[in-house]
Every structure is written in C-alpha cells, then in structure tokens.
C-alpha cells in the first residue's frame, strides 16, 4: 500500500504517513453508495489523485460549484475545502451539500473576515469591492463582484476607471491584476496562500537555472510570479515559455505544449490532471513542498465515511447566500469562467 512521504507533506505539513491507498474495492463502494444517496462527487484540482480519480467531476471550486448547480443529483459531496462547499452551496441552495472533512479551512480564505472588509469599505467610501473566490460566503456577502484568476484582470477593468477598488483577499493575484491592468486606484489586501505564497522567487530561480530549456505555467497566487515575470524580462528564460496561468489556463497548455519538461508553480496536487492530459511531457514542481495540508485532510477513508452517514453537511443562512450569489452572479454577466478558472 502506498504511504505519503515527508516530502509530500511539506515542511509544517500534516503527518500524512498514515494516509495509504484504499483497498481495490474501495471506488466500487465509493460510487455504490454515491448512487444510493443521489450524491454527485466533485474534487478539487488538488484533491489526492485516488479522489480525483473516484470523483465524477474534478475541477477548481467555482466550475465544480456551477457543475453541483446543473447536475439532477439532489446531494452534492465537495472534496475539497470548507469556503468551495459553501460556495456550491450558494449556488445550488435546495440541495443537501456535504464535506468529507468540516475543519478542512483555507488560509487564503482565512486572511479576511466580513467584519475585516465592513471597515475597509467604510476607510474607502463609494469603492468597488473585488474578491476571489477564495473567500468565504459571508466576505462574498459584502462583495460587489467575485473573481476567479483567468478573469480577474477582466473583472477589473470592466470597473470605471475613476472609482476606487478594494482587491480581496490575495497580494500577489492584486499585484499581478494591477501590473497588468495598470490601475493606480486600487488597493489590494495582504492576504496569501500558504501554500502559493511560499513558491518562492528563490525556489523558482533554482529551477530555471537547472533546467533552462523547460517551460514555467506559474499560477498567480504564488509568492514567485512577481520573479517569473522579472526572469522573462531579464531574458533569463524566455518570454513566450514563461506563463502566469490558472489551473485551467495549465490544463489547456498542457494540452498544447510540445515541450520536453515543464516547471510547474502551484500546489502539488494539479500535477495529476496535467499528467493525465499530456503523458509525454514531463511535468515537475517547482517546489515539491507545496502541499495543501487542509485540502489534504480529505481522504478516501473519510470521503467513503461521508457517503454513508451523511455527516458534515453544509450551511449558508439565507440572507448571506442571496447578497453572496449575487457577488458570483455579476462575475458571471462578465464572462464565463474557465472549464477551471482558478
């Protein structure tokens, strides 16, 4: 049976070495009694590859909220953290939704709280509010539009260029938007990933210098994008194979790339669909280390535990998850996110 290493755990990771592969029949049961509780099963991109595998949908949280919403299954069991349950919820308000793992939290999600962004607002009177989705339902409450990263830059420029914005909750996706977007009036939150946040300039560095002739897909939210674009500018690594993409904009290079090797910068858990996608290329972190210990806390044992009791089942009160919808809904108007838009 095969055991998580330390490496795969991260340095102040969970202890994962207990966590092993399930039995042979453990899928065959997980489906039974999905289909005996009419329960639809989504995974998040960084989910374990055997959740992943047993899911009937594996995506970022905002394309697998919108697959809960669509799909005639009345349970909706969400793999991965609390604030992408509670935006399924959100948007699929008459069904049951369940995480397998209620203290799976987020430390993104967790650098902000509705109370937090009442006072910013009100230092900056008349501001529009921008937050990534990465946020949990009661900041999307007292949201004026969400944002995912393939369509954060379009969200911000679709807000008048003499109004103020707030950017919520992540630094370097406010840093990169704003780069791009050239928005001087507009102030970003210091929150970040963990996990994103420590995908260093220093680590990535390393990496290029040791593969010079690979390809870099950097998602946003990592501490090193800053570095990435610095490195292509310099001439270090080549503009045209330096991407700054979204788990879905990987996907859909993975598909195109005929490169050799390909560095990759975001959690670990995202190496599965892109090695799924592409079997010849290799596909390498940039820091092995990069693993989410809450998305992590969501394992074979307790998703099968979950389908057969029912447990930790999600809530949004009512009046939250109307001002919160209508945040995600304005997103929406803008334009479709990606088949996986974080």
């Not at 704003?178 to 102030?187: E, L, N, P, S, Y």
């Not at 270090?236 to 560095?263: N, W």
């Not at 995202?270 to 992590?296: I, S």
């Not at 307790?302 to 304005?330: F, H």
């Amino acid at each position: 049976m095969r055991t998580f290493t330390s490496a795969q755990s991260g340095a102040g990771g969970p202890n994962l070495r207990d966590v092993t592969t399930p039995d042979a029949q453990w899928a065959g049961r997980v489906r039974a009694l999905a289909a005996e509780r009419d329960a639809v099963i989504l995974a998040h991109n960084y989910q374990v590859p055997e959740i992943q595998d047993v899911a009937h949908h594996v995506g970022d949280s905002l394309a697998l909220s919108r697959i809960a919403a669509s799909v005639p299954q009345s349970t909706i069991v969400f793999c991965g953290v609390h604030f992408m349950a509670e935006t399924a919820k959100i948007l699929s308000y008459d069904k049951t939704v369940i995480i397998p793992d209620e203290r799976a939290g987020c430390s993104l999600a967790d650098t902000i709280t509705a109370d937090q962004l009442r006072a910013w607002k009100a230092e900056h009177p008349g501001a529009v509010v921008v937050s990534y989705v990465n946020t949990t339902a009661a900041v999307k409450a007292e949201t004026d539009i969400c944002c995912t990263s393939s369509i954060a830059v379009d969200v911000v420029a679709s807000v008048p260029h003499d109004r103020e914005i707030l950017f919520c909750p992540d630094q370097f996706l406010g840093a990169h938007v704003q780069r791009v977007t050239g928005r001087d009036k507009m102030h970003i939150w210091m929150g970040e990933c963990h996990v994103h946040a420590g995908i260093n300039g220093a680590d990535l560095k390393a990496m290029v210098a040791a593969e010079p002739d690979a390809e870099l897909f950097v998602h946003p939210e990592c501490g090193c994008a800053t570095s990435a674009m610095y490195l292509a500018s310099e001439g270090v690594v080549p503009k045209e194979r330096t991407r700054i993409l979204s788990t879905g904009g990987m996907l859909d290079a993975a598909r195109e790339t005929k490169a050799r090797k390909v560095l990759v910068a975001t959690e670990t858990g995202m190496l599965h669909q892109l090695r799924k996608v592409n079997v010849t290329t290799d596909f390498q972190p940039v820091n092995r280390a990069a693993v989410c210990k809450y998305m992590k806390m969501i394992t074979p044992e307790k998703l099968e535990n979950a389908l057969r009791t029912g447990d930790d089942v999600v809530d949004v009160p009512c009046d939250i998850a109307d001002r919160a919808r209508a945040s995600v809904e304005r997103m929406i108007a803008i334009g479709t996110p990606s088949r996986v838009g974080e």
